[in-house]
Nanobody, 119 residues
Framework: QVQLDESGGGLVQPGGSLRLSCAAS????????MGWYRQAPGKERELVAD???????KYRDSVKGRFTISRDNTKNVVYLQMNSLRPEDTAVYYC?????????????WGQGTQVTVSS
């Protein structure tokens, strides 16, 4: 099993910044991709950004140029630096990790951290 422990959410004004962190523990060997998803009230969970073990990054279009994902493989931590935050970024943000199994991928989720962008 893999446990994901998130931190860094909170309330911020539009235009402000927050940094989310997610630390992985447990059977962390062979974790491939780590990333961040978010879910706003009444909406489906959506990918924000993810990063492979080798550093390949992917972002959803609405956060490109504002959010930066990074990863420290020595500490098994993934970060999401969020700048120029907008009210529409308000959501619960979930850390995600995936590792290959013999027949399919194993997927793990954190408990979620609330990000609220409001004046």
């Amino acid at each position: 099993q893999v446990q994901l422990d998130e931190s860094g959410g909170g309330l911020v004004q539009p235009g402000g910044s927050l940094r989310l962190s997610c630390a992985a523990s447990g059977t962390i060997f062979s974790i491939s991709t780590m990333g961040w998803y978010r879910q706003a009230p009444g909406k489906e969970r959506e990918l924000v950004a993810d990063i492979t073990f080798t550093g390949y990054k992917k972002y959803r279009d609405s956060v490109k140029g504002r959010f930066t994902i990074s990863r420290d493989n020595t500490k098994n931590v993934v970060y999401l630096q969020m700048n120029s935050l907008r009210p529409e970024d308000t959501a619960v943000y979930y850390c995600n990790a995936r590792k290959p199994g013999p027949f399919s991928w194993y997927t793990y989720w954190g408990q979620g951290t609330q990000v609220t962008v409001s004046s």
